[in-house]
């Protein structure tokens, strides 16, 4: 769960996460198109996410696809959030966006 | 051109105890909504997921099986009419040994994009898949994934 709080704490990793939540199974090359970063600076993202299980991968011939793996924050939110009334904090949530417009988080 | 859709889990267990988790009625009706398969797991054989109220909720055919390792099969809503003329996806387990843990790669296949099979089943392989690990681990399952939702 360290893994997961440390790859999540970073803007640039969670907007990586944001693209692969828009449409999945991206090359490394997709997800840097319209990037500032360097391919470099993905690359050692994706293996941060990688080694914490947010990012799954797979191979289709010469090619690496990612994936979201949204597994991981299912259980942090099973830990934290689940348990506490969720119609609720989905309530407040909604109510937050409204008033704020969307935000990173 | 479709999408695909891949949850990662790795669970402290033997590939032994995690397949028989995922096959068998008694352990998948704990942490899969009290629904089970009822199959005769053989390549071509019918493949129906069973609600708690015995009614087919899912259907399809095994197109793999091999113990332990992996199997897949084809994958229809069988309950919302909407959904089932969306015809079949596929659903794929992989099971590898990581060190003392076992990782375990569902991946769902769909042949065209934003089908209501898949919003349906988005926002339930990563609780069902919590909750096995969960299960597994600890021997207790998640509340959520206790009970068939109200809703459907």
Redesign the interface.
């Known amino acids: 769960m360290d893994a997961v709080f440390r790859a999540l704490a970073d803007e640039s990793r969670r907007h990586l996460l944001d693209r692969l939540h828009e449409?999945?199974?991206r090359t490394l090359g997709e997800l840097c198109e319209g990037l500032k970063m360097s391919r470099q600076a993905v690359t050692k993202h994706l293996t941060i996410l990688e080694e914490a299980?947010l990012v799954?991968t797979?191979k289709r011939g010469r090619e690496k696809l990612h994936?979201l793996?949204?597994?991981?924050?299912?259980?942090i939110a099973?830990r934290w959030i689940?348990?506490f009334d969720c119609q609720r904090l989905t309530a407040l949530a909604d109510l937050k966006r409204n008033l704020e417009g969307p935000t990173d988080g | 051109m479709g999408?695909?859709?891949?949850?990662?889990?790795?669970i402290r267990t033997t590939p032994e105890k995690l397949w028989n988790a995922l096959i068998q009625p008694e352990f998948t009706r704990k942490y899969w909504v009290e629904s089970w398969q009822d199959c005769e797991w053989k390549v071509g054989a019918v493949w129906k997921l069973m609600g708690p109220d015995n009614q087919v909720k899912d259907s399809g055919q095994v197109l793999e099986f091999n113990p332990f390792t992996r199997f897949s099969v084809s994958w229809r809503n069988e309950f919302i009419p909407a959904a089932k003329a969306e015809g079949y996806s596929r659903a794929s387990f992989d099971l590898e040994p990581d060190r003392d843990a076992v990782k375990l790669?569902v991946?769902h296949s769909f042949e065209t994009v934003g089908t209501s099979l898949h919003a349906g089943v988005s926002d339930g392989?990563?609780?069902i898949?919590?909750s096995l690990?969960?299960l597994l681990e600890t021997g207790d399952t998640?509340?959520?994934t206790r009970r068939w939702p109200a809703e459907a």
């Open positions: 449409q999945g199974g299980n799954a797979q994936f793996n949204p597994v991981p924050i299912n259980d099973d689940n348990k | 999408e695909q859709f891949v949850y990662v889990t790795y790669t991946t392989w990563p609780k898949l919590s690990k969960s998640l509340d959520v």
